[in-house]
């Protein structure tokens, strides 16, 4: 079976320009009629990691959730922008990721509603491989369909972030870091990210790639203008798309791997047909990874103890602190699944022996204060 993507070419978030983007994407893919009923209640689902403002490429712009909520209404449907960012599931801190993020500006210009509910609901998932069932954001049961619209970025664990990670934004608070900690290998983890999408099940997926990041992403990354605005039915060809575009390969990122094993998607891309400007015409250049690529998972190694503590030591990346940068404002502390950073003397500390290696800390730090140091062992070995 076959999906389209469509690419559209996109160069600036000008606003006439990005609802142009938006309605050919949408025509692209056989227009919105094919997903949505009028009257259906439809829950935009941004990238909405943390605080930070739109012109730093870590959240989703502003001007793409506008396009498509106008679009949205227009044709009939009710509309809600929700997301639960990284950090605590609160009302106070909702609402000002919504502020800084520009998601407010987004719903009161197009007439939508912003989510303020907080609570979280279990949902079976039958389809799931780890998670039979997930706790998902109560937001969810007050809407029909749901569309995702990602940001094009690299991620410090898993390299590569975009559609399938985006649903796992629906995972509440707390609930993410209980998942990070029952399931630190890459593999695992990216097994639990396809389940939490299968559970959502998103009708529509869009990646908002007109500026996107590299680096020591999703959060501490550069911005890249790659001018794409990618859309799909499909999020698990979408990522494989996404990810083609910007250079990477199935084997270089689990998420990739876990779904050509699973049979979800074909790693030659033969299940993929393309739909507005072709991949070539974009001049999309290799976004550089994070730091932490080509380092092999040792979380998911069958290595002895002893060898498995040397390699942990010497060869596996890991997050640091920069001494210069943190202000000891204790995000890291809270979000650390392991439990395992104190704040010492006004500065966080890390106690590696303990750590799980899923850079929750550095990919919520606001300070960007938190990177990634990769061992120069780990580089004579070619891992």
Not at 192 to 199: S, T
Not at 360 to 383: F, H, T
Request: net charge positive; proline share 6%.
């Amino acid at each position: 079976m076959k999906s389209t993507v469509s690419l559209v070419k996109c160069r600036s978030y000008d606003y006439a320009g990005v609802r142009s983007a938006v309605e050919r994407s949408i025509e692209n893919l056989g227009g919105l009629g094919r997903y949505i009923n009028k009257g259906d209640r439809v829950l935009l689902k941004p990238n909405l990691l943390i605080r930070k403002k739109p012109e730093d490429a870590c959240t989703t712009h502003p001007a793409v959730i506008k396009a498509l909520a106008e679009i949205l209404i227009e044709y009939g449907s009710r509309v809600v922008i929700g997301d639960s960012p990284g950090g605590p599931f609160s009302s106070v801190y909702l609402n000002s990721v919504y502020k800084q993020t520009g998601m407010e500006w987004a719903a009161k210009e197009s007439g939508a509603v912003l989510n303020s509910n907080t609570k979280s609901f279990e949902k079976a998932n039958p389809r799931g491989l780890l998670l039979k069932k997930a706790t998902l954001a109560e937001m969810l049961c007050e809407t029909d369909k749901v569309i995702s619209v990602a940001k094009l970025k690299t991620h410090g664990l898993m390299t590569y972030t975009g559609a399938v990670k985006n649903m796992f934004g629906l995972v509440p608070g707390i609930t993410k870091a209980e998942y990070h900690l029952n399931m630190p290998g890459t593999g695992d983890f990216a097994d639990a990210m396809i389940d939490v999408c299968l559970c959502v099940d998103p009708v529509l997926s869009f990646i908002d790639g007109i500026v996107g990041m590299e680096g020591d992403g999703p959060s501490a990354g550069t911005t890249v203008e790659s001018g794409v605005l990618l859309s799909s039915p499909c999020p698990y060809r979408l990522d494989m798309a996404a990810c083609s575009l910007i250079g990477f390969g199935t084997n270089e990122v689990p998420l990739l791997r876990r779904l050509a094993e699973r049979k979800m998607i074909s790693a030659d891309m033969s299940d993929i047909e393309y739909a507005g400007d072709s991949p070539d015409s974009l001049g999309v250049r290799r976004f550089i990874p994070p730091k932490s690529h080509g380092v092999r998972d040792f979380n998911e190694t069958k290595a002895p103890g002893i060898i498995k503590k040397f390699l942990s030591r010497f060869v596996q990346t890991r997050p640091f602190v920069s001494n210069v940068l943190c202000s000891g404002c204790g995000v890291c502390k809270e979000s650390c699944p392991a439990g395992i950073i104190k704040i010492d003397g006004s500065k966080a500390k890390i106690d590696y022996k303990s750590c799980i290696r899923c850079y929750c800390c550095q990919e919520l730090c606001p300070q960007k204060s938190v990177g990634i140091k990769r061992p120069p062992l780990s580089y004579l070995m070619r891992l």
